[in-house]
């Protein structure tokens, strides 16, 4: 099947799918996108590729020599403050970094299956937040497969906290198949504050409230940053610089709490590391991709907190 790539003209929405809801699905095609990567500052490929039915989402680094795609599971991520990381329990040493808003846009699309390729060990940071993965994956189309979608359900209150009294929970849906989330912060600079942001989970709401809203930095630490060789690639086309009580980006805010719905985008990507779609209500206050990760270890550490909706064995699948 033929190839395409990003920077293409606007293409018309991903396709009625209402009559896929139920079953898996990968994408019709591959595509691959172009750009830099927001640590490393590096150019960065990423290829999304169709995978077959029951094999999740898988990670692959091509500048590394005969090293096996991975499946993502919240037990590949690694602890990394400033991005989600996944490390490969195949190969020891080999990271894949910046993978959330990616993850984000997957989630909301309802991708089941799919390989992603990488020439370096981060994705490009693109614009930022999710909206160019989204037209990404509208080129590239989505295929239903014949196998029926697992989601996983909560089934009681989970609860994790953090430093500096952060902490988030997931609790049993209000409503079957659905994802419920509820996020705020608090940040001492007056243009960020005290924000919140609610929101049931669907590629509308999604692609309207949450894929344009871009990640954050305050001017004052891009020095101490980048002397840990880190946000060398950030710039003010894909990143909010925020100082004090004002916003340095010339087109400004794109939400008046635009910083708060970055941090449901985050959420919604590291919660998918699981590979698959929770049926959920998450709360989260001051949360990161660390206790992201810390709550998805918490769910899983005991049988009694989930069960798979098509009644299967609460097992996670292997990494291989």
């Given at each position: 099947m033929?190839?395409?790539?990003?920077c293409?003209?606007?293409?018309?929405?991903?396709?009625?799918?209402a009559?896929?809801?139920?079953?898996?699905?990968?994408l019709?095609?591959?595509?691959?996108?172009q750009?830099w990567?927001?640590?490393?500052?590096?150019?960065?490929?990423v290829?999304?590729?169709?995978?077959?039915p029951?094999?999740?989402?898988?990670?692959?680094?091509l500048?590394m020599?005969?090293?096996p795609?991975?499946?993502?599971?919240?037990?590949c991520?690694?602890?990394?403050?400033?991005?989600?990381?996944?490390?490969?329990?195949?190969?020891?040493?080999l990271?894949?970094?910046?993978?959330?808003?990616?993850?984000?846009?997957?989630h909301?699309?309802?991708?089941?299956?799919l390989l992603?390729q990488l020439?370096?060990p981060?994705l490009?940071?693109?614009?930022?937040c999710?909206?160019?993965?989204?037209s990404?994956?509208?080129e590239?189309?989505?295929?239903?497969?014949a196998?029926?979608?697992?989601?996983?359900?909560?089934?009681?209150?989970v609860h994790?906290?953090g430093?500096?009294?952060a902490?988030?929970?997931?609790?049993?849906?209000?409503?079957?198949?659905?994802?419920?989330?509820?996020v705020n912060?608090?940040?001492?600079?007056?243009?960020?504050?005290?924000q919140?942001f609610?929101?049931?989970?669907?590629?509308?709401?999604?692609?309207?409230?949450?894929?344009?809203?871009?990640?954050?930095v305050?001017?004052?630490d891009?020095d101490?940053?980048?002397?840990?060789g880190?946000?060398?690639?950030?710039?003010l086309?894909?990143?909010?610089?925020?100082?004090?009580d004002?916003?340095?980006?010339?087109?400004?805010l794109r939400?008046d709490?635009?910083?708060v719905?970055?941090?449901?985008?985050?959420?919604?990507?590291?919660?998918?590391c699981?590979g698959?779609r929770?049926?959920a209500?998450?709360?989260?206050?001051?949360?990161g991709?660390?206790?992201?990760?810390?709550?998805?270890?918490?769910?899983?550490a005991?049988?009694?907190n989930?069960r798979?909706s098509?009644g299967?064995?609460?097992?996670?699948?292997?990494p291989?």
């Amino acid at each position: 099947m033929p190839e395409t790539t990003c920077c293409r003209p606007h293409q018309p929405p991903l396709q009625n799918t209402a009559h896929l809801q139920q079953a898996q699905t990968t994408l019709e095609q591959a595509v691959h996108c172009q750009g830099w990567g927001l640590h490393s500052g590096r150019p960065a490929t990423v290829r999304l590729v169709p995978a077959a039915p029951d094999t999740g989402i898988r990670l692959q680094r091509l500048d590394m020599a005969d090293t096996p795609a991975f499946r993502l599971t919240h037990d590949c991520i690694i602890s990394s403050p400033l991005a989600t990381v996944a490390a490969s329990p195949l190969t020891p040493g080999l990271t894949v970094a910046t993978i959330e808003h990616l993850m984000a846009a997957l989630h909301a699309c309802e991708v089941d299956n799919l390989l992603i390729q990488l020439d370096g060990p981060e994705l490009p940071i693109l614009d930022g937040c999710s909206r160019r993965f989204m037209s990404l994956l509208e080129e590239a189309g989505r295929s239903g497969q014949a196998p029926p979608r697992r989601s996983i359900e909560v089934l009681r209150p989970v609860h994790v906290e953090g430093r500096h009294g952060a902490h988030a929970s997931l609790l049993p849906a209000h409503q079957p198949d659905t994802l419920d989330l509820s996020v705020n912060i608090d940040f001492p600079a007056p243009a960020i504050g005290q924000q919140s942001f609610q929101m049931v989970l669907s590629q509308e709401t999604f692609a309207q409230e949450i894929a344009p809203c871009r990640t954050f930095v305050n001017h004052q630490d891009i020095d101490a940053l980048q002397a840990q060789g880190l946000a060398l690639g950030g710039s003010l086309d894909n990143a909010l610089v925020i100082q004090h009580d004002r916003v340095l980006n010339p087109d400004g805010l794109r939400f008046d709490n635009e910083c708060v719905r970055h941090k449901m985008l985050d959420t919604v990507g590291d919660l998918y590391c699981t590979g698959f779609r929770l049926s959920a209500r998450f709360e989260g206050h001051r949360t990161g991709h660390a206790l992201n990760n810390q709550l998805l270890h918490a769910l899983f550490a005991s049988t009694e907190n989930w069960r798979f909706s098509d009644g299967s064995p609460p097992v996670m699948p292997s990494p291989g």
